[in-house]
């Protein structure tokens, strides 16, 4: 069992920058490939990024953040990280995190979801 708590969203402006964090309990953290998803208003949730099982694992990103975003782990600390820059209001939605047993852009092939954070990008 994995729970996972997201944090760090907020309100910025266009061309900003936020961090977000998600923090996992458990002892198992670096069993599971790690994603982040979001969910914008009236529309799916859709795959953002994903980062392999070690800490400075390989990582894949959605073209629409592409260049601009980057997720982290930190196995010691079971946090996962998205750093993202150059923020647009396209980039408007609340953000999860999520633990699977695949490298993969489907949300099935995750498990265990964090609750979200919102994070809002103002033109």
């Known amino acids: 069992q994995v729970q996972l708590v997201e944090s760090g969203g907020g309100l910025v402006q266009a061309g900003g920058s936020l961090r977000l964090s998600c923090a996992a309990s458990?002892?198992?953290?670096?069993?599971?490939?790690m994603g982040w998803f979001r969910q914008a208003p009236g529309k799916e949730r859709e795959f953002v990024a994903v980062?392999?099982?070690?800490?400075?694992?390989?990582?894949y990103y959605a073209d629409s953040v592409k260049g601009r975003f980057t997720v982290s782990r930190d196995n010691a600390k079971n946090t996962v990280y998205l750093q993202m820059h150059s923020l647009k209001p396209e980039d408007t939605a609340v953000y999860y995190c999520?633990?699977?047993?695949?490298?993969?852009?489907?949300?099935?092939?995750?498990?265990?979801w964090g609750q979200g954070t919102q994070v809002t990008v103002s033109s």
């Open positions: 458990g002892r198992t953290f670096s069993s599971y490939f």
């Open positions: 999520a633990a699977g047993a695949q490298h993969s852009v489907h949300q099935r092939e995750y498990e265990y």
């Open positions: 980062v392999s099982r070690w800490s400075y694992g390989s990582s």
